[in-house]
Structures are given as C-alpha cells and as structure tokens.
T-cell receptor, first 113, second 113 residues
Framework: KNQVEQSPQSLIILEGKNCTLQCNYTVSPFSNLRWYKQDTGRGPVSLTI?????NTKSNGRYTATLDADTKQSSLHITASQLSDSASYIC????????????FGAGTRLFVKA | NAGVTQTPKFQVLKTGQSMTLQCAQDMNHNSMYWYRQDPGMGLRLIYYSASEGTTDKGEVPNGYNVSRLNKREFSLRLESAAPSQTSVYFC????????????FGPGTRLTVT
C-alpha cells in the first residue's frame, strides 16, 4: 500500500534555530511531492511542489529536497520564527490519472522564544 | 479573491441528524475535493469532482454524498450523522486534477454526539 511517513511527530526548537523535517514515501510512480504548512484551526497552505526530476525547491526560509532514488524528502527551515509554529504536511500524488493524493500525518513544530 | 470558502465553521449534530457542508471557490478551478482530517492521521479524500458535472468516490466515501452544483460550488451531505463522522472537514480546489496545487478552505469542525 502506498504510504507517506513523516518524522518526527513533533519538534520543539528555539527561535532563530534551524530544523529539518523528514518525509519517506512508498508511492511509485509519483507525479509530484508537496509540502504544506497548516496553522492551528486553518487549512493547509502550499509551501513547495517538486516533480520527480527536481532535487530542491526553495520558498523563502523553507527549502525542500527530494531524493527519488531513496524515496525521501526533507523540509529545512532556516532561522526559525515564532510564526513557523504549525504542522508541516508532506503530500505525494500518484500517477494514476491525476486524483490519487496521499497525505502524511504531519510534523507538529513548536518554536519557542 | 476569497479563494476557497466553507460554511459553517463549526457544527454540532446529534446522531441520525443530517446536514450539508457548503464549499465555493472563485479561482475558476475545474477540480474540487472534500477531505476529512482526524487526529494523528493524514487528510483522507472523501469525494472529488474532476470537473463540473462529475463526481467520484475517494478513500472514505461511506456515509457521505456530494453535489457539484456548478463550477464554483461543491457540497458535502451527511444523510444520517454518526459519531465516527466527528472530524474536521476541508474543501479544496485545483486547476485540473490533484497533480496541480490544491488550495484549501478554512475547514468545518463537526461534532456528532
């Protein structure tokens, strides 16, 4: 069964520090891999989207990497801010006609002052 | 642009009651989706509409029905609510298919007692 596993489940860091979130997937073949940020009580918002041929994609202080050979992706957050406190969700779309999308359970990030 | 809007934001139902969750998007997207989000789990697809006039089952369709009223609106109906349907429901839209970026609404928090 195609799955998307994220680690860690939760993470606490101090403001200004960097952190890296992990995503392992078994979806194959896949169309694209996305990272979303979900603030408490709100819907997910897209951070990055990568096709299987892309290795890295940046969006401000967020940088996503993809290794299609090992089926791993990571999201690196640089110089964290209090507003980065949120859940970060890894999402992989299958190549099955366009509508099969598998969501990871997310990593809950807490940034403390 | 409002993006994707959902009503209501909160709802409490008794077991056996029915209700309809409303969703509208103003981005001229062809595809729309309904997801549910439960603690510790990734978002799961309930139903989707690839384009106006079509609807298809997702991963967890039992107990739900949908209507794609027009290109803008996609509603989700619970005919006889059950406690297992207590969840947060998100509507999303994308240009064409899940391979494109999905834009999410703010969610509806539903409790069934």
């Amino acid at each position: 069964k195609n799955q998307v596993e994220q680690s860690p489940q939760s993470l606490i860091i101090l403001e200004g520090k960097n952190c890296t979130l992990q995503c392992n997937y078994t979806v194959s073949p896949f169309s694209n891999l996305r990272w979303y940020k979900q603030d408490t009580g709100r819907g997910p918002v897209s951070l990055t989207i990568m096709t299987f041929s892309e290795n890295t994609k940046s969006n401000g202080r967020y940088t996503a990497t993809l290794d299609a050979d090992t089926k791993q992706s990571s999201l690196h957050i640089t110089a964290s801010q209090l507003s980065d406190s949120a859940s970060y969700i890894c999402v992989v779309s299958e190549v099955t006609g366009g509508f099969k999308t598998i969501f990871g359970a997310g990593t809950r990030l807490f940034v403390k002052a | 642009n409002a993006g994707v809007t959902q009503t209501p934001k909160f709802q409490v139902l008794k077991t056996g009651q029915s209700m309809t969750l409303q969703c509208a998007q103003d981005m001229n997207h062809n595809s729309m989706y309904w997801y549910r989000q439960d603690p510790g789990m990734g978002l799961r697809l309930i139903y989707y509409s690839a384009s106006e006039g079509t609807t298809d089952k997702g991963e967890v369709p039992n107990g739900y029905n949908v209507s794609r009223l027009n290109k803008r609106e996609f509603s989700l109906r619970l005919e006889s609510a059950a406690p297992s349907q207590t969840s947060v429901y998100f509507c999303a839209s994308s240009r064409d298919g899940a391979s494109y970026e999905q834009y999410f609404g703010p969610g509806t928090r539903l409790t069934v007692t």
